[in-house]
């Protein structure tokens, strides 16, 4: 097995909620709405196809023709607007595979990133793309296999509803979990099963708690949680490496920074996603198929 068939790279290309915010006061950490890579064992699955779905395209383009899993936690702007812009998607030859479930209103992945490329709002529609494109409904709670990796889904607190991932390969795996609000009385269950004993997880903390609980602006019911929350979440679950994801586009370098700080005072193996940041994770041995499997897997960002 050569050395790429067995890694499991994650790679950040949009870390940022809401809106895209490039300017001077985002450029450590980025500008660009969610788009994350995943390189596992040789398969490559995206999730989410927020602006920074556009850099991940262009990194693309020496490497045609290619091949890959999309999966999309929803479809509020931040997290398709990338998509009309992914210029591997316009190019014969290449192949995508996405993955998404039914909104609340019936209309499904495919219908939803159609719709965003009809006039008046864009000028092409998505049938100019070149590449084959296979849209896939999900049921939520439904296992998808790939090869040998395992991806499972749950359902997130989320106005419209949105899906969390858990990628399991080798007895590795990483909790994607994006966007979620928490609840005021206890956690999350499916947000616990998703992050249970992973080596990374990711997960929305827009805000903290401070904002969040705010008597002037609260943000109770927007759909987001907090750096708060995500290491409480890490602590139940018995995760290895938390990752800080949806930075509030508010939210300058320098106050990412303090942030950083303290999650890192509380759960020391943390760090805040940053775009153009990679995670590694290297299994030990190489176990059975069963997906509940644990591996000594090395971590390194």
Known sequence: MSSKQNQFTIHFWGVR????????????????????????????LIFDGGTGLR??????????????????????????????????????????????????????????????????????????MGAQLDFNNLEIGQRVQIGDVLVETALLNHPGEAVGYRVNWQGCSVAYISDTEHFPDRIDENVLWLARNADVMIYDATYTDEEYYSEKSSKVGWGHSTWQEAVKVAKAAN?????????????????????????GQQFPDSLMAREGQSVQLVPSFVPSSEPEAVADAKVSA
């Open 17 to 44: 909620g809401s809106i895209a915010c490039p300017g001077s006061e985002t450029v450590r950490y980025g500008g660009n709405t969610p788009c994350i890579e995943m390189r596992v064992g040789g398969n490559r």
């Open 55 to 128: 850099l991940l395209g262009l990194s693309l383009l020496s490497q045609m023709p290619v091949e890959a899993n999309m999966f999309f936690t929803h479809s509020h702007w931040d997290h398709i607007q990338g998509f009309p812009f992914f210029v591997p998607a316009f190019i014969k030859g290449n192949r995508f595979h996405i993955y998404g479930a039914v909104a609340p209103n019936g209309s499904t992945i495919e219908q939803r990133l159609n719709d965003q490329m009809l006039h008046p709002n864009f000028p092409v529609p998505l049938q100019i």
């Open 239 to 263: 995760v290895k490496k938390l990752v800080i994801f949806h930075h509030d586009p508010l939210h300058n370098d320098d106050f990412l920074d303090s942030i950083a700080e303290q999650v």
